[in-house]
């Protein structure tokens, strides 16, 4: 092997062109491919940036050809050599007008045959990829993402610093806080048997940060949240995080959009026109089924409830009895497209979301329907719905009853699903919108609690502020927003509660006693008596940004080193046994006996 | 309370100068200061920016007057009024020139009164100081300290990027690694019985990142280590990350000590001289007793050994006899500026690190000496210590007797402690070096055992590499660099390994079997076999520069939330106790039986 021994490198591969024909260079980098064709010893010279053909000719230097004939794939070299007009040009490479006549080369390092191919089609398994992702990193796909997501977070940051947003560390190890999703716990060992936590947001320290007057806040930060892993969770996950004083909602929605339509242009060259239009959560449930909705097609939900509330057929009757709805979409003019099976289908979809069915109709010729359940409607019912549904021709109508929130969650599911079914989902497009007015609580499934939907430091809105102290607490508003860009929730915020007494009341109705809201949060109640600006904010999932800006819909294409579903990274084996030593100066021992 | 009800913020306080009259502003913030004088209510109002004087005036508008006199310490106004030249101008003031006369005036929100002042030079303890960090982080300093390492941050960003480094973000919940200082362990649910750890570094991340092709890798990162708190450290502290591929020590030099220049100049407007000087280890030792000398000024050290070889003061004697050092300064021209007394302190501050003594002499006219032990010598040793001490009336020389390691330690802290009783310390002056050839190894005083003294990855030199299997390892050196500014390391690195059987051969010279080698390090050796470019990197304390550039020496004051010396939180108070139920869930429990 040898050494740099004071070589420089002059260019990266991927940036060669004709422009530099006759200019001596210094590549370094990987062997992509080597070919022995005619005497000669093509390379294909990898680097982060791209290609770069180069030609070992003896003629040349008989040294360097000699070495270049042992190279093996993935082999690593410097090569000084002449740029040249290359002979027979490769359109489809952006280097593929010019190539190098290798003058000397230096063998850095050698490879052993890759376990995993160095390429973007490769089909190998994600563990294996996760095992050698030094090696899957190699690959231009991963290369490009990792270099767009920094991309991005310089534009954020230059973005935010230029609105005056300061970037300020908050801390990594701090009190646990039984609430929300479960925090990752790290045991202290000066302090004994206590512990600490670490931050599934910056949320208390931002609103601190408020009250210390710095004003604008931002942070690019890791967060963390112990919760069972889907697809497009990690445990650790970075957001960007923001927090202003003296505004409201409307100057926050301001000044963040602006940002996505920076990020957009720069990244994409896509005009993001603002501003973005606005909708309440209530109108994105009636009109989508859903608090996120895809606006980039139709197929919006239509409620029947009213004129089937005394029809023949038993589920729709039964349930607008009980005060359920019935919901319908119309996939228009694409009847013929779905067969009875591929309904079926469907119906399995509504059903993983907790429908009891998916009713279908088939508008033919003049308004005929072809349903199943046709016959249990009289034809002034039948054509109320075809009104109601505005059928045509060659529509297919699907409906839900349930009660609202399985009728939205299933409806707005199967609309997905046929949009993606007809592929429907164009990626170059991107449809933002806010989504304001939130729900301020929601209720527990499990105990029928009232539980802060967005957060417990989000203000109620104005009107509904009195109502804090009502049973009706499903009815209050929040003053919360959600930035959502393709059925993605990207971001999402809120105007505080910046009153302590308001602040009180809030943990009251949260049912928490004045000492547990103390216990938890006294630090907070205590810091808002000493005058606290009014202030709002927001925070955006980078992960799910970078995902939607590279295309990609799995979340470990846009993160260095993710874990697999089980939370173990494959390629370091952790977590891993700790030392017996270790845990007794931690004050903690192993509890696994009756899990053994 | 009143909201604001769509007023904005048109200026900060702090940025209205004169250029500003007769412009109706609004502004938002706190009331630092009221007085009521000559029928008018006058307000000083804070904001991060700065301060600005506000009138109040019943002929303006009464209904605001009406408001401002029962306005408090800290509370939350926004006032609308004009910008007028100031009647009597305060040049103290940036917007000294100008006072803005209030038109309208809304109460945002009240304070009680704070439990401690806002400003600089309040006297209270630093525990109620980080208790009501929301309200210490109003104080201008505070504030100006989080916005410079914002500030920072971004410099350092931008530089790098223009540079190709691209930012990657590594994971927070990795392996843990029994190497080095303690790690902070993170228990697992899912995987019962092990543990991640909090990284102390991305160190074996950065170079993973370099076999995959990255290139260039940076990142501005938390790190975190379980070591017992000391006034500069903490258990989270920040890191500017970088790793290059295809370079050698010298290109990591130069690119790094630039970034250095341009923060420098933006920051502080002071002009860094290019290339840095480079002193090896041993020189800075030799010199200085210190591996970050700070060159702010001389007293550099001498060694008189072979002098006194033979000399009747047995402490000098005895010492070079035993193969130990004899090593003076010479404090020039300061002999009367030390008492006794004072010599006393220096000989105590001496003996904390482990000096057994301090000598000292005074040289009067004709190079008399005072000295306790002047009797000690013959007329010709004296002259000789005098000659090489380079000594002339008025100066004071000092000495310590010992083993290399204490002499060095002892007379450079000595060296230290004389400049900053002489006031040579000045703040506005910046000397900066590079200390090279660091020893590879150094030997645990408690083990005796070789540790890597940077880490198990760094390079050994080319010329020292054979000796890498010899009994001799302490007189090998180690392609690693610290940068040293006014005596702070503020960033070191390394050359790495990249190849994996020099690697091995380190872990082999460290006591590693290769069983336990792979074990610790396996995922890294596997790397190493597929290509891995020479590489080379290096962290810098973003906590200590912020500190240097700031002038403060106490590095929780460029900390947003730092913990104190027992690693509490004294706000929140975190670390806390933990629920039951969650560790259960953790597959753990307390351990507190014998401590308690």
């Avoid at 039984?178 to 512990?195: Q, T």
């Avoid at 599911?413 to 989902?425: F, N, S």
């Avoid at 390629?571 to 006996?593: C, Y």
Wanted: glycine share 6%; charged share 30%; aromatic share 8%.
């Amino acid at each position: 092997m040898e050494t740099l021994n004071g070589l420089k490198r002059t260019h990266y591969c991927g940036d060669l062109r004709e422009s530099n024909i006759n200019e001596e260079v210094v590549l370094m980098g990987w062997v992509q491919k080597k070919r022995n064709l005619g005497g000669l010893v093509f390379v294909d010279l990898r680097d982060r940036s791209g290609l770069c053909q180069i030609i070992f000719d003896t003629d040349v230097n008989a040294e360097a050809f000699a070495k270049a004939e042992k190279l093996g794939s993935e082999y690593v070299v410097a090569v000084k050599g002449k740029v040249a007009e290359r002979s027979s040009k490769n359109p489809n490479m952006p280097t593929g007008d010019i190539e190098v006549f290798a003058t000397e080369l230096k063998i850095l390092n050698k490879s052993e045959t890759p376990p995993i191919y160095i390429k973007d089609d490769d089909n190998v398994s994600e563990e294996l990829r996760l095992k050698y992702r030094y090696l899957d990193l190699r690959k231009p796909s991963m290369q490009k993402n990792l270099m767009l997501r920094s991309r991005v977070a310089g534009i954020v940051r230059n973005y935010l610093t230029e609105n005056n947003f300061c970037e300020i560390e908050t801390p990594f190890l701090i009190k646990p806080t039984p609430e929300g999703a479960r925090d990752y716990l790290v045991p202290s060992r000066v302090n004994e048997g206590k512990f600490y936590a670490l931050p599934q947001s910056p949320q208390l320290f931002k609103q601190l940060l408020m009250v210390s007057g710095m004003d604008r806040y931002f942070q690019i930060v890791k967060c963390f949240r112990d919760e069972d892993l889907r697809a497009d969770r990690q445990p650790e996950f970075t957001q960007i995080d923001c927090e202003m004083s003296f505004v409201e909602e409307e100057d926050v929605r301001a000044i963040m959009e602006k940002m996505i339509q920076r990020i957009f242009k720069e990244v994409l060259n896509v005009e993001v026109t603002l501003p973005l239009p606005v909708m309440p959560y209530s109108e994105a449930m009636e009109r989508y089924g859903s608090d996120k909705p895809d606006t980039r097609f139709g197929y919006e939900l239509t409620n029947i409830s009213d004129i089937v509330a005394n029809c023949g057929f038993g589920v729709f009757a039964n349930a607008t009895k009980k005060g359920m709805s019935v919901r319908g979409i119309n996939v228009e003019g694409k009847a013929e497209e779905f067969t009875k099976k591929q309904i079926g289908k469907l119906e399995d979809h509504a059903k993983t979301y907790k429908a009891k069915g998916l009713a279908w109709m088939k508008v033919g010729a003049n308004r005929e329907v072809t349903s199943p359940i046709a016959k249990f409607f009289t034809e002034e019912e039948m054509t109320a719905i075809l009104d109601r549904m505005n059928a045509k021709e060659g529509d297919l109508l699907l409906f839900v009853a349930d009660k609202d929130s399985v009728v939205f969650d299933a409806l707005g599911q199967v609309r997905l699903e046929v949009a993606r079914r007809l592929g429907l989902l164009n990626n170059n497009e991107y449809k933002m919108l806010w989504v304001t007015e939130f729900p301020l609580f929601e209720e527990d499934e499990e105990t029928g609690r009232f539980i802060a939907k967005h957060h417990p430091f989000t203000s109620p809105i104005d009107e509904d502020l009195d109502k804090l102290e009502s049973k009706d607490k499903a009815s209050l508003r929040a003053k919360a927003y959600d930035i959502v860009i393709n059925g993605y929730e990207v971001g999402g915020g809120s105007v505080r509660i910046f009153n302590s007494d308001v602040q009180k009341r809030m943990f009251s109705a949260l049912g928490l006693s004045d000492e547990e809201a103390y216990e938890k949060f006294g630090f907070l109640l205590d810091a808002f008596k000493y005058g606290t600006p009014p202030h709002a904010g927001i925070a955006f999932g980078l992960d799910r940004l970078i995902m939607i800006l590279a295309g990609t819909t799995n979340i470990k294409d846009v993160i260095a080193f993710p874990k697999n579903q089980s939370a173990v990274c494959p390629m370091t084996n952790a977590p891993a046994v700790a030392d017996e030593d270790q845990l007794k100066e931690l004050s903690i021992k192993l509890d696994l006996e009756d899990k053994e």
